[in-house]
């Protein structure tokens, strides 16, 4: 699976202002010292972050970033993807068969997609507020995805 360092970062650094921030901007030179994220690595991913609608950036004396919304209504999949990460855990580009076995799809390819498709569905279930808050991120994200599809727990 490939997870970039970007989308580990984007997340961290979001986790940050999440945790230290109520409402006030934070800049990237604390958020960068705290989380020992270069500082330039940090302006390139909050660009993307406030393209994304993620973040909102304040100018002048005590300016930062700040949440663009609650914690609690940014999943962590909207992070990720932000950061121009899409979960890689097959070999190929996606659905495509390029880098597979001799051109077709491998024996395992149907695995490796499901199993990135998990990881997209419980990284769009978990908020950034379920990790701020130490929640049981598992738990969250089982009781989300229930609520969003509750005829799919009935058996």
């Known amino acids: 699976m490939k997870l970039s360092t970007k989308g580990r970062y984007a ?28 500082q330039e690595y940090l302006e390139q991913l909050f660009s993307k972050l406030r393209r994304a609608g993620l973040v909102e950036s304040v100018r002048g004396p005590g300016g930062g970033y700040k949440l663009a ?17 899409p979960l ?3 070999r190929c580009e996606g659905d495509a068969i390029d880098g597979c076995v ?7 390819h149907e695995l490796w ?15 950034l507020g379920d990790v701020v808050a130490k929640r049981n991120l598992a ?3 089982s009781i989300k995805r229930a ?9």
């Open 147 to 155: 609520k969003a599809h509750p005829a799919s727990t009935m058996v």
């Open 69 to 85: 919304r609650h914690a609690d209504d940014i999943s962590i999949a909207d992070i990720v993807l932000a950061a121009d990460e």
């Open 11 to 38: 997340v961290m650094a979001m986790t940050d202002i999440a945790n230290v921030s109520s409402g006030t901007p934070v800049s990237l030179a604390d958020i960068a010292e705290r989380q020992e994220i270069s």
């Open 113 to 127: 997609a499901a199993l990135g498709r998990q990881i997209m569905g419980f990284l769009s279930a978990v908020t």
């Open 102 to 108: 001799a051109g077709e799809k491998c024996v395992t």
């Open 88 to 90: 890689q855990v097959t």
């Open 139 to 141: 738990l969250a994200a």
